[in-house]
């Protein structure tokens, strides 16, 4: 499985962002979707993941009613849709992938695949 995030820039506060994170390979029903990011001189975080089945979402309390994370029906892109951005959403943001045998319930443990970054930059 590969997958590949895109679509960071520059971006001011207040405004908004849509990333995207192309999946390939075998099997892309067995994955649950998370997106993390990790900031400059901070510790990596999860912030958005998507259930196997699609049925559930989790969201990092930073980020609640902000993010959204959804996926086309075909499973190959998975989006994260940023509004109301802030200075404190700088950071580096990663998709990843957890092969699981559960089609309900999603996390920030033990991805098997990730993605490279794309950087997001919230200023003025």
């Known amino acids: 499985v590969q997958l590949q995030a895109s679509g960071g820039g520059l971006v001011q506060p207040g405004g908004s962002l849509r990333l995207s994170c192309a999946a390939s390979?075998?099997?892309?029903?067995?994955?649950?979707i998370s997106w993390f990011r990790q900031a400059p001189g901070k510790e990596r975080e999860g912030v958005a993941c998507?259930?196997?089945?699609?049925?559930?979402?989790s969201y990092a309390d930073s980020v609640k009613g902000r993010f959204t994370i959804s996926r086309e029906k075909d499973r190959r892109t998975i989006y994260l849709q940023m509004n109301s951005l802030e200075p404190e959403d700088t950071a580096v943001y990663y998709c990843?992938?957890?092969?699981?045998?559960?089609?309900?319930?999603?996390?920030?443990?033990?991805?098997?695949?990730w993605g490279k970054g794309t950087l997001v930059t919230v200023s003025s």
């Open positions: 990843a992938a957890d092969r699981t045998i559960l089609s309900v319930g999603c996390g920030f443990d033990g991805m098997d695949y």
């Open positions: 998507l259930s196997r089945s699609g049925g559930s979402v």
């Open positions: 390979g075998p099997s892309l029903d067995r994955l649950a």
